[in-house]
């Protein structure tokens, strides 16, 4: 059977930078911002001592041990954690991870919501950080600072492939190929590339989809069960994957609305893109409770037909 155009994964966002959701939006932000920051400070020294050492030695995640190439003990901070996911070491290095970002992040925003997305990013670069500076002196890798949201990234690329299973990518804007195949075979590639001699950090990547994986394992929201994990090899259901959420519970006296199971009746108007771009972006402007039945409706029978 042939592929229709509608099949592959075209994230929105063409319309305008307004259109993104806004923790992606602030996120893209952030890391131009730190970006900048960095592509400035190599332009300046500090007692002979280039700028760029310094945001290395305070923001960059320092291994806990060994000696930077001044000589001096690495300096190990908690704080790093944070700070090293939003600094890049070239302008491909950013535009890369910025791209997937907002490949990726799109629709799982939307589908988290912003304040779990932020906490859902975040957990997973702080995961990727503690892979490399816990396990590289296990398998002897070089010790060196990381820098990059590459970890973070790999966390939402499983997401994706955990709720979008059988979503459609264009590989190199040609290939069609399945999320989750294209992202497993993206993460075994990062397994077999452990112990190569490298600049990558490819611990950090395995880190960040390891705890995107548990992170969604372990929500209470999503009913995904370990049993059911070969289910995204062979067919999709909710949003494109097994997952089952929960009806409607009340939290601190307010009902909070989750997302339900609905039926188009096969009279219905055509669902368009454009209707479909609309409703996303007022979820990530006021959350899905504040769809319309209509549009719940909607969304659920796109998701299907995705």
């Known amino acids: 059977m042939g592929l229709d155009s509608r099949d592959y994964y075209r994230p929105s966002g063409f319309g305008g930078f307004s259109f993104f959701p806004k923790v992606i939006k602030n996120l893209l932000i952030i890391n131009v911002v730190v970006f900048l920051i960095q592509l400035i ?17 305070y923001f960059a995640l320092n291994p806990i041990s060994g000696f930077d190439q001044l000589g001096e003990p ?15 070491g070239s302008f491909t290095h950013i535009l890369f991870n910025m791209f997937m970002l907002w490949m990726f992040g799109m629709e799982i925003a939307n589908l988290m919501g ?10 997973c670069g702080i995961g990727a950080g503690l892979f490399q500076i816990l396990l590289s002196p296990l398998l ?3 010790s060196a600072p990381t820098i990059g949201a590459s970890g973070a990234v790999f966390g939402i690329m499983i997401a994706f492939a955990m709720f979008f299973p059988d979503r459609y990518i264009l590989f190199y804007f040609l290939i069609p ?42 929500d209470r929201n999503y009913h995904f069960r370990f049993d059911n994990l ?24 307010t009902e909070i609305e989750e997302a339900e199971f609905y039926e ?32 719940k409706r909607i969304l659920f029978e796109a998701s299907k037909r995705k």
């Open 230 to 253: 070969f289910n995204l090899f062979k067919r999709s259901k909710s949003f494109g994957s097994s997952a089952k959420f929960r009806k409607p519970r009340k939290f601190k006296g």
């Open 41 to 57: 400070f190599e332009n300046f020294t500090f007692g002979g001592i280039p700028g760029w050492y310094f945001l290395n030695r």
């Open 177 to 218: 190929i399945k999320a989750k195949y294209l992202i497993a075979i993206l993460v075994l590639f990062e397994f077999v590339s452990v112990n190569e001699p490298t600049i990558v950090a490819h611990l950090a990547h395995i880190g960040g989809a390891v705890t995107g994986f548990l992170f969604i394992m372990l």
């Open 264 to 295: 188009l009746d096969s009279d219905e108007e055509e669902i368009t893109q454009e209707e479909i771009d609309r409703i996303l972006d007022k979820i990530s402007q006021s959350g899905y409770q504040n769809l319309t039945e209509r549009e």
């Open 114 to 123: 912003p304040r779990k997305f932020l906490i859902f990013y975040l957990a």
């Open 74 to 88: 690495y300096n190990f901070q908690i704080w790093q954690f944070i700070t090293y996911q939003f600094m890049h």
């Open 140 to 142: 002897g890798s070089v």
